[in-house]
């Protein structure tokens, strides 16, 4: 398999694509954790996009490209899930053109669809393990009390700054001017198709290996 999830932030990329993973042995290129793990190392690449971060503002294009391009190149099984990329049409083109050169073409787009009221109240009772990234939800997934992650062991469980409601509004009005036109771009190209994100988390899992398993193709390559 060789999908993009796409959606607004708080969508539930991240949750679905771990699900997705297990289920077939996909690995996870998320954009956001890996920008988020540079800015965690102190990197001179997480150096340059902690503001950007941080304010809510995407990182500029030839850095991310970059980034997908070296973790594409050290795939192995050639099955991934794009989670958090592309999310500028520039993006789309370039990605696009690396995995025709990899002969690794994309698969399907899946657009996970999440109403913005929905979206605002799963952002802001977002908590992440600071250690691994583990996503919780203060009501859904509520996280330990001892804040010690049950995934790692550590922690602290913290809320992501740019979880923050000045932040999300920031970010939603991003996705809306720049990220949005990506999804008219894989309609164009027949690639895309739309999942409704609501509901519980496994119910949505179960939409999304339905729409893949109609299309076997997409499941086993
Ligand atoms: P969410 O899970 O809420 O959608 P992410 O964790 O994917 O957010 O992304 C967090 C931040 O990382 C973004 O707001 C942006 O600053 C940066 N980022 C992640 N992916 C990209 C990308 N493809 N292009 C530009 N910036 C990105
Ligand atoms: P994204 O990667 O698209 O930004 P996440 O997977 O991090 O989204 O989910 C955003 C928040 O919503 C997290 O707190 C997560 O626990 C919660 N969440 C994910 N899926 C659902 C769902 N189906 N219903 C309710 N909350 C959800
Ligand atoms: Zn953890």
Avoid at 103 to 120: F, T
Avoid at 149 to 172: H, N, S, T, W, Y
Wanted: hydrophobic share 40%; aromatic share 4%; with cysteine.
């Amino acid at each position: 398999m060789r999908i993009v999830l796409f959606g607004p932030p708080g969508a539930g990329k991240g949750t679905q694509s771990k699900l997705l993973r297990e289920r077939y042995q996909a690995t996870i290129i998320a954009t956001g954790d890996m920008l988020r793990e540079e800015v965690h190392q102190e990197t001179p690449l997480g150096r340059e996009v902690r503001r950007y971060m941080e304010q809510g503002m995407l990182v500029p294009d030839e850095l991310v490209i970059g980034m997908v391009e070296r973790r594409l190149r050290r795939l192995k099984n050639g099955r991934f899930v794009l989670d958090g990329f592309p999310r500028t049409v520039a993006q789309a083109e370039a990605l696009g053109r690396l995995l025709a050169r990899l002969h690794l073409p994309l698969q399907a787009v899946i657009s996970l669809e999440v109403p913005a009221e929905e979206i605002i109240w799963r952002l802001s009772q977002r908590r992440i393990c600071d250690a691994c990234g583990e996503t919780f939800h203060l009501t859904f997934r509520p996280p330990p009390e001892d804040g010690r992650c049950p995934v790692c062991g550590k922690g602290p469980i913290i809320q992501r700054p740019d979880d923050r409601p000045e932040a999300i509004a920031r970010r939603l009005a991003v996705y809306e001017a720049q990220t949005e036109p990506v999804k008219a771009y894989y309609a164009t190209n027949g690639l895309l198709h739309r999942v409704s994100g609501l509901g519980e988390v496994e119910e949505v899992h179960r939409r999304i290996v339905k729409l893949l398993e109609g299309r076997p193709a997409l499941a086993t390559m």
